[in-house]
């Protein structure tokens, strides 16, 4: 029903969704995950006609968008919106009248008959019939997130798009229109695509789920089961979660993993080597929790050395594009005499860091524990010798972590 | 909010007649002739002529009444657009540099020694339309979103006010003091003539205005809503600007810069009546004309035979009032 080929789009400088591909049936529940700043209400306003694509083409039953008028593209699709600011006080039933404008006859009205009777079956599935004679600007967040979406459902659409629609909604009420759109997808077929950020509702309710990456690239666009792997979540969101089966849905559902905030280290002397973003994470939660880290030698304006520095860890500099000076490898050595532990989360390899290494088998020689967090051979620019002494640090007693959370929880028990 | 139908309808009918037919008396009545009930209303029978009380009545105080009560009404309408448009509350007629470009134009007129009223008004008109032209074109160019207009009819008032600045300095005392009238608003200015040709100019606005009210309804929503529920917004837009524009120059060609009717009477008439156009259109625009009627009668009566600028009034009398309602109804 809706095909998009060849989508691409981009805001100023700032590229987004490089040559998407996809298409939506007719009848589908699906659900947008993602980022902030991803792309997702951009990717709607797209689908709906309201942006032009840069390249690609974005068709509606064979028919491009570029071909449908307002009008009648409204026919054929309403929007929820994330939540407008509204400045003047329309009472609500106006204001959901306004949703039978696409189907408008007289100059001079939204409603005859057959509208007032669409726009109180709105009122009432949205609970909102009490409220009718209110002004809109009187409404409660919740409320008047109530409203735009009776507004849309009076359009009638075959299709309907909502922008985070049910974000400022109490429980029940979050419940109940995950419910209402269950029920128009499954009784009057209509088509639904949502953005969300419940993520385990989402997953509970969408016959398929499009999760994208930060910069707007499809990670997978499937079933919930599918969709919902720490893999995915933890490239999609730099998290790291499990996921349950939810015991009564089946569904599946998302466990964030706070623990690592939980654990103290203490004051634990932790030494890391990083670079180009590598330890970046690592050192939030070495800093959450109460170590005290240095790290180095980092180049100036390394985006590690910005925030080593702005957490205030004891950073060995370097001049910026530099292989590390003697004086720098010196200093590393005497923070290294100092540390309880050393962590190498260096993922790129060249002849300028690979000092490091030495300094951290001289270091484990000596009886300080060295952990490798998840090293690979991919990123070795230094024909392999970066891998040989990782392998060497390995066999001389050096511990893997896979990641960081399984690291940190290594070196509270020391 | 509330309708005149729905809620003891016949007061709220009597009033929308009772009030403008006062409206009407009270700017009859006003001026340095004293004319009691009796009186006017038999010269009201008698038609035209040429007895003393005619003539004033016919040929000074009914044109007088008509030329408040069109300016009146096109300050409002024009103003309920540009807030409805712009979705801002502070806008007025006056936002988009179309006093600037209006005030250029008369007083460059006048500077150069043209005295004929027509002649005055067509020049301000021209600057009126001219500003407003420019701000479209260079809104335009990037999104025209309210913002823009905004800024970009913001800086073209200000050129226009530095040009007019310039020419003032150098212009002959004569046609400064003239100037100053003009500038602030003065219904005595407008040639009788051209009453008709503004009136046929306001009603053709008006009711092209009356059947956009349902698509000012969705513009209130913002742009993007707007547009997701079907509205053509760029182009509703830009007719929506002509006409509240066109409404405007007419105005300010006749009567000089009118203050404050155009931003407090939306205001009053939707605290009063709710926001829908399509009752706040009309309502608008009646409640304008009387107001400005009501204003311009004081300002000729406190000291007459002289003749107060009418924009002192229209400040005085509107601003209290708009501050009672605001109290009663808490909130805009």
Same mark, same amino acid.
């Given at each position: 029903m809706i095909t998009v080929k060849n989508l691409s789009f981009s805001f100023g400088h700032r590229q987004l969704f490089s040559r998407l591909d996809f298409t939506i049936q007719r009848g589908e529940l699906i659900s947008i995950l993602g980022p902030n700043g991803c792309g997702k209400s951009t990717l709607l306003r797209l689908l709906r006609g309201n942006l032009p694509p840069v390249t690609g083409e974005i068709y509606w039953h064979g028919m491009s968008c570029r071909q449908i008028s307002p009008?009648?593209?409204?026919?054929?699709v309403a929007v929820v919106p994330q939540s407008t600011r509204i400045d003047f006080p329309y009472r609500v039933q106006d204001m959901v009248a306004m949703g039978r404008y696409p189907h408008r006859r007289s100059l001079l009205s939204f409603s005859n008959a057959a509208d007032r009777e669409a726009i109180r079956h709105a009122l009432v599935v949205t609970d909102i019939l009490a409220l009718a004679d209110r002004p809109v600007t009187e409404l409660s967040g919740g409320e008047l997130q109530r409203v735009l979406f009776a507004r849309a459902l009076a359009q009638q659409a075959e299709v309907l798009f909502l922008d985070e629609a049910t974000s400022h909604l109490d429980i029940d009420h979050r419940l109940e229109l995950s419910e209402l759109l269950i029920r128009l997808n499954r009784e009057q077929g209509v088509t639904i695509v949502q953005i969300s950020h419940d993520l385990d509702l989402a997953a509970a309710t969408s016959g398929r789920i499009m999760l994208l990456n930060?910069? +707007?690239?499809?990670?997978?666009?499937?079933?919930?089961?599918?969709?919902m792997t720490p893999e995915n979540l933890q490239r999609a969101f730099r998290v790291e979660v499990r996921i349950a089966t939810n015991p009564l849905t089946g569904a599946p559902q998302v466990l964030p993993l706070l623990n690592t905030a939980a654990v103290q280290l203490d004051g634990l002397k932790v030494h890391l080597f990083c670079g180009g973003g590598s330890g970046k994470s690592l050192l939030r939660k070495l800093h959450l929790a109460k170590a005290a880290v240095s790290a180095g030698p980092l180049n100036q304006g390394d985006?590690?050395?910005?925030?080593?520095?702005?957490?205030?860890?004891?950073?060995?500099?370097?001049?910026?594009?530099?292989?590390?000076?003697e004086q720098a490898i010196s200093t590393t050595r005497y923070a290294l005499a100092q540390a309880d532990?050393?962590?190498?989360?260096?993922?790129?390899? +060249?002849?300028?860091?690979?000092?490091?290494?030495?300094?951290?088998?001289?270091?484990?020689?000596?009886g300080t524990p060295v952990y490798l967090l998840n090293p690979t051979r991919e990123q070795d620019f230094t024909t392999g010798k970066a891998w040989e002494k990782l392998q060497a640090l390995q066999q001389?007693? @050096?511990?893997?972590? @896979?990641?960081?959370?399984?690291?940190?929880?290594k070196l509270a028990k020391g | 909010m509330r309708r005149p139908i729905d809620r003891t309808g016949l007061l709220w009918i009597l009033g929308l007649l009772l009030v403008p037919l006062g409206?009407?008396?009270?700017?009859? !009545?006003?001026?340095?002739?004293?004319?009691?009930?009796?009186?006017?209303?038999?010269?009201?029978?008698?038609?035209?002529?040429?007895?003393?009380?005619?003539?004033?009545?016919?040929?000074?105080?009914?044109? !007088?009444?008509?030329?408040?009560?069109?300016?009146?009404?096109a300050l409002s309408l024009s103003g309920v657009t540009f807030q409805a448009v712009l979705r801002n509350p502070l806008a007025d007629p006056y936002l988009l540099g179309v006093s600037?470009?209006?005030?250029? =134009?008369?007083?460059?007129?006048l500077t150069i020694g043209i005295n004929s009223a027509p002649l005055v008004s067509l020049a301000a008109f021209g600057g009126a339309l001219t500003a407003l032209a420019i701000v479209y074109l260079v809104a335009r160019a990037h999104t025209c979103s309210s913002h823009t207009l905004i800024l970009s009819g913001v800086m073209v008032g200000s050129v226009a006010a530095a040009l007019l600045l310039f020419l003032l300095w150098r212009a002959p005392t004569e046609a400064t003091r003239q100037a100053i009238f003009w500038l602030a608003g003065n219904l005595s200015l407008a040639d009788p003539g051209w009453l008709g040709w503004g009136w046929g100019w306001v009603l053709v606005c008006f009711i092209l205005l009356w059947s956009q009210a349902v698509n000012l309804d969705l513009l209130t929503q913002g742009e993007e809503t707007a547009a997701d529920l079907g509205l053509a917004v760029g182009r509703t837009r830009l007719i929506l600007f002509?006409?509240?524009?066109?409404?405007?120059?007419?105005?300010?060609?006749?009567?000089?810069?009118?203050?404050?009717? =155009?931003?407090?009477?939306?205001?009053?008439? !939707?605290?009063?009546?709710?926001?829908?156009? !399509?009752?706040?259109?009309?309502?608008?625009a009646l409640f304008g004309a009387c107001f400005l009627m009501v204003a311009d009668a004081i300002a000729r009566s406190l000291y007459a035979p002289a003749e107060m600028p009418v924009g002192v009034v229209t400040a005085l009398l509107g601003a209290p009032f708009f501050l009672l309602l605001l109290r009663r109804r808490g909130g805009l």
């Open positions: 009008r009648e593209m409204s026919r054929r930060e910069h +707007g690239e499809i990670i997978g666009f499937d079933t919930p089961e599918r969709i985006s590690d050395e910005e925030v080593a520095t702005a957490l205030n860890s004891a950073v060995v500099y370097e001049v910026p594009f530099q292989p590390f000076s532990a050393i962590v190498v989360a260096t993922i790129w390899w +060249g002849a300028g860091n690979l000092p490091c290494l030495d300094l951290a088998a001289d270091a484990l020689q000596k001389a007693g @050096a511990v893997i972590v @896979a990641n960081e959370e399984q690291l940190v929880n | 409206a009407i008396t009270i700017s009859l !009545r006003a001026g340095s002739m004293d004319m009691s009930w009796a009186q006017l209303f038999h010269l009201l029978q008698q038609g035209p002529g040429s007895s003393v009380g005619q003539a004033v009545l016919w040929k000074i105080r009914i044109p !007088r009444t008509l030329l408040a009560g069109l300016v009146g009404a600037g470009g209006a005030a250029l =134009g008369a007083v460059a007129a002509a006409l509240a524009g066109a409404l405007t120059a007419c105005a300010v060609a006749l009567a000089g810069l009118v203050g404050f009717v =155009g931003l407090v009477v939306p205001h009053i008439c !939707r605290l009063l009546w709710g926001p829908a156009h !399509r009752l706040l259109l009309p309502l608008a």
